[in-house]
């Protein structure tokens, strides 16, 4: 089974920075895609940042130029966040598209979430 633990959360002033990591385990055999989602209190979850196999990272309008999304080669992630902005406040969640040993076919597997709270 494929685990993912969201760290690196917290409280923030406008302007301050935060790095997020997402621990991978499991035994995943191959990743699709990579990726950081927000929700935000009342809104749908949304896309942040997202990394595919054809090796190009994709991010959200309202992140460019702050969010940078990187990764290791242990299949952790990270979400590097800049200039952060009230809005920015929501729950962040990883998620990675893995094929497994056990289940040989792409998965979307989720963490269970950080808090990022940006005061003004």
């Known amino acids: 089974q494929v685990q993912l633990v969201e760290s690196g959360g917290g409280l923030v002033q406008a302007g301050g920075s935060l790095r997020l990591s997402c621990a991978a385990s499991g035994s995943i055999f191959s990743i699709n895609a990579m990726g950081w989602y927000r929700q935000a209190p009342g809104k749908q979850r949304e896309l942040v940042a997202a990394f595919t196999s054809g090796g190009s990272t994709n991010y959200a309008d309202s992140v460019k130029g702050r969010f940078t999304f990187s990764r290791d080669k242990d299949k952790n992630t990270y979400l590097h966040m800049n200039s952060l902005k009230p809005e920015d406040t929501a729950v962040y969640y990883c998620?990675?598209?893995?094929?497994?040993?056990?289940?040989?076919?792409?998965?979307?597997?989720w963490g269970k979430g950080t808090l990022v709270t940006v005061s003004s």
């Open positions: 998620s990675i598209s893995a094929m497994t040993q056990a289940i040989p076919t792409y998965i979307d597997y």
